[in-house]
């Protein structure tokens, strides 16, 4: 059972490119979230989907996008990487908004 | 706006020691409440959750929380902690037909040999 899979665990990344984290879950939960991780704030949700083909915005969108193609994927984008972008990302997904989130191991980016 | 305040930012006790971590929150329902914890280099991993009940809630390894209404809070305690304990942990606040939940900025603790 491996629940929330994460993709890829780290990358460097230069300013100006662009990359896709991709998360995956195997639990057939409707919600999924993203959230970036930096010291002393806490978590921040990106994005977040309530069900395959929806997406809204969370508190910190901007330079973000994000795809739910599928039930089990969400794909969280960043078109043209910015230092700022430093973080650690974190998915989550649960079966009901209100109910526990299940989270996955965290994606370290470094954008130089 | 429904908000969850963790007021310690680190916290550092004595192995061996009782552990208190505040968690207040603001909402008006009645709501849904999580405590999390993150250790070093991981994600995310659910301690205890309450929905309804017992406003005493037990939770996985030797963690508890108590729910008052009347103080908005969700503290969690431990009676004697374990150098393992270190970590930082995260109170969340959820609801009934809420599209997500919303999580406190945190406290780490540090355990003093």
């Known amino acids: 059972n491996a629940g929330v899979t994460q993709t890829p665990k780290f990358r460097v990344l230069k300013t100006g490119q662009s990359m896709t984290l991709l998360c995956a879950q195997d639990?057939?939960?409707?919600?999924m979230y993203w959230y970036r991780q930096d010291p002393g704030m806490g978590l921040r949700l990106i994005h977040y989907?309530?069900?395959?083909?929806?997406?809204a915005k969370g508190e910190v969108p901007d330079g973000y996008n994000v795809s739910r193609l599928k039930k089990q994927n969400f794909l969280l984008g960043l078109e043209s990487a910015a230092p700022s972008q430093t973080s650690v990302y974190f998915c989550?997904?649960?079966?009901?908004?209100?109910?526990?989130?299940?989270f996955g191991d965290g994606t370290r980016l470094s954008i130089l | 706006a429904q908000s969850v305040t963790q007021p310690d930012i680190h916290i550092t006790v004595s192995e061996g020691a009782s552990l208190e971590l505040r968690c207040n929150y603001s909402?008006?329902?009645?709501?849904?409440l999580f405590w999390y914890v993150q250790s070093p280099g991981q994600g995310l991993q659910l301690l205890l959750k309450?929905?309804?009940?017992?406003?005493l809630v037990q939770g996985i390894k030797g963690f508890e929380a108590e729910f008052k209404r009347s103080q908005s809070s969700f503290n969690l305690r431990k009676p004697s902690v374990h150098w393992s304990d270190a970590a930082e942990y995260f109170c969340?606040?959820?609801?009934?037909?809420?599209?997500?939940?919303?999580f406190g900025s945190g406290t780490r603790l540090s355990i003093r040999p």
């Open positions: 309450y929905f309804s009940g017992d406003t």
């Open positions: 989907s309530v069900g395959e083909g929806t997406t």
């Open positions: 969340a606040v959820g609801y009934s037909s809420a599209s997500k939940i919303i």
């Open positions: 989550a997904s649960t079966v009901d908004g209100g109910q526990p989130q299940h």
């Open positions: 909402y008006g329902a009645t709501p849904y």
């Open positions: 639990m057939n939960h409707e919600y």
